[in-house]
């Protein structure tokens, strides 16, 4: 397997955007045309262009609140794919199904594992955020992966709800200014409460309407 164009992500146009290698926890920006992987990888480089909470709106077909129900793993032709059931609590944005299956590029599977620069892990009973755009046979990725995850986290005491973006912590290359960047810019971001967070995604679902 030398070539592993599975881990490209679809764009909104239906081209595909390459990806290219991370550098420690940055998450480069810069789009290729293709990438040669060398034979039988483990690990696989990612890039991924950076989106702001706007941006994720307007790229998603839906936005959920979700439960982890199910994780198992699956290899084809073009690698292992890990799939992941959610049951949806809420819809935030478009008209998710009660039950949905996302499709992300690594995993375990047939003795192998594969692990690709990006992509979230999920654990059964969790409860998450999602972005989410449309595959093939009623299946879903997440849009802009990490960048498109928040972990739901209660507050012990307060018992308030805060969503805490996968990309906290990470670096953006920005192709504009050459220069890394938080994927996350403001502090506060990193634990926003889960009604601001719908908030927000409302306001920018209705400006899209308009």
């Known amino acids: 397997m030398s070539l592993r164009d599975s881990a490209n992500t679809p764009s909104a146009t239906g081209r595909t955007r390459a990806h290219v290698p991370l550098r420690g926890a940055a998450l480069l920006a810069t789009l290729t045309g293709s990438l040669l992987w060398p034979v039988a990888p483990t690990a696989f480089p990612t890039t991924l262009a950076p989106l702001g909470l706007e941006q994720l709106t307007t790229r998603a077909s839906a936005v959920v609140r979700a439960r982890v129900a ?110 890394y960047r938080p994927a996350v810019p403001r502090l506060q971001e990193r634990a926003l409460p889960v009604l601001e967070l719908r908030a927000q995604v409302t306001r920018y679902v209705q400006e899209e309407s308009r």
Do not use: C, H
């Not at 802009?144 to 805060?162: D, H, K, N, P």
């Open 70 to 179: 199910a994780v198992a793993a699956r290899g084809d032709a073009r690698g292992i794919w890990t799939l992941t059931t959610f049951e949806r609590l809420e819809s935030w944005k478009g008209s998710a199904p009660a039950r949905l299956v996302v499709r992300m590029p690594g995993g375990a599977a047939g003795g192998l594992r594969e692990r690709v620069e990006g992509v979230p892990q999920f654990t059964p009973g969790e409860e998450v955020v999602l972005f989410l755009e449309p595959l093939p046979a009623g299946e879903w990725t997440i849009a802009g992966w990490v960048q498109g995850t928040y972990r739901i986290r209660r507050e012990a005491g307060s018992g308030v709800e805060r969503a805490i973006p996968d990309a906290a912590g990470r670096l953006l290359l920005d192709p504009r200014s050459s220069s």
